[in-house]
């Protein structure tokens, strides 16, 4: 069961970009009650939490993306999505989606975004 992360790409500094997940099937029934968020990993660094929307829709940021980020979710359509704007060099990662539920822990392959100085 893997979450599909999309939405990353090229982009310069200063730029925006919106990536969203996607639930696959197998866990549509079980969504509503699942804390989401979205993680990153750069290149020889330790994934980090980016952004998280809990099953109430409270939202919590990292300090690095606080004010420049938004994360949002449709329960109807088992979407989770983080808009980020005012793209940074040092936004350049791996991005994750991850759905959580107590011990059960879901993650997708990621979607790489790049930005240009």
């Known amino acids: 069961v893997q979450l599909q992360a999309s939405g990353g790409g090229l982009v310069q500094a200063g730029g925006s970009l919106r990536l969203s997940c996607v639930a696959p099937?197998?866990?549509?029934?079980?969504?509503?009650?699942?804390?989401m968020a979205w993680y990153r990993q750069a290149l020889g660094k330790k994934r980090e939490l980016v952004a998280s929307?809990?099953?109430?829709?409270?939202?919590d940021y990292a300090d690095s993306v606080k004010g420049r980020s938004t994360i949002s979710r449709n329960n109807s359509r088992k979407t989770v999505s983080l808009q980020m704007n005012s793209l940074k060099p040092d936004d350049t990662a791996v991005y994750y989606c991850?759905?959580?539920?107590?011990?059960?822990?879901?993650w997708g392959p990621g979607t790489e975004v790049t930005v240009s100085s």
């Open positions: 929307i809990s099953a109430s829709g409270t939202t």
């Open positions: 099937r197998a866990i549509f029934s079980v969504f509503s009650p699942l804390d």
């Open positions: 991850n759905a959580k539920q107590g011990v059960t822990s879901y």
